[in-house]
């Protein structure tokens, strides 16, 4: 049984610095591509970075370009997110996501709406 923890979401001020980390069990994630996600207040979640299982392809959202950054330890089974220059609308639920099958090198999961593993999520609070 796949399981995806979230961890190291919380309380930042405008311009800190966070890292997230997901941990997974059930399979490797050294074999299937892995994304980061967010659902703010009364909006869909939405895409905002992957990687492939190799991790030689990674995407990233517009809105985060420039100041966030997806890495995976596969020794540890852990993907990050690190996010630098958070704003206040960066504000939301964080969701890892893990692909339920296996893909091609260069695939990474850029729609909730695929068919992945989820994590319960870590809240990020950005204060303004």
């Known amino acids: 049984q796949v399981q995806l923890v979230e961890s190291g979401g919380g309380l930042v001020q405008a311009g800190g610095s966070l890292r997230l980390s997901c941990a997974a069990s059930g399979r490797t994630i050294a074999s299937y591509p892995m994304g980061w996600f967010r659902q703010a207040p009364g909006k869909e979640r939405e895409f905002v970075a992957a990687i492939s299982w190799g991790g030689g392809s990674t995407d990233y959202a517009d809105s985060v370009k420039g100041r966030f950054t997806i890495s995976k330890e596969n020794a540890k089974n852990t993907m990050y997110l690190q996010m630098n220059s958070l704003k206040p609308e960066d504000t939301a639920v964080y969701y890892c996501?893990?692909?339920?099958?296996?893909?091609?090198?260069?695939?990474?999961?850029?729609?909730?709406?695929?068919?992945?593993?989820w994590g319960e999520g870590t809240l990020v609070t950005v204060s303004s």
């Open positions: 996501a893990m692909e339920r099958h296996l893909r091609n090198s260069d695939y990474v999961p850029r729609t909730p709406e695929g068919e992945l593993y």
